[in-house]
């Protein structure tokens, strides 16, 4: 019998945690990781438009980086165009390999073994 590994409960577990407060953060992270399989870069105030947040309130700019810096150097990479003086996100390149590869195991590279290979 295979053991089926639901790898988004586990990545979001291991990023965000199982907390009730943070659980909340799962479907937005979810939504991120979805637009990063499409587009494989976004400006800053573009990602947040597509979370439909926006950055001039402070508790939405709160929130943006609350579901944005769990990612930073695992699932996503950020770089500033310090002439414009704007941020951009883009996948990481172990992501990136992973997803055109179709398997999401880069991530027992990045944190390390939480479960058995299926």
Known sequence: M???????KIIMMKLYGNHPKSVKLWEPAKKVMNLFMEKEIFERADLAKELELKLDDS???KKFYNIISPMLDYIIVSSQDRKAGKT?????????KAFLEGEK??????????????
């Open 88 to 96: 951009y996100y883009r996948i990481s390149y172990d992501s990136q």
């Open 2 to 8: 295979a053991v089926r590994i639901d790898w988004e």
């Open 105 to 118: 195991r880069f991530f027992y590279y990045k944190y390390g073994k939480w479960a058995k290979t299926a």
């Open 59 to 61: 508790n939405d700019k």
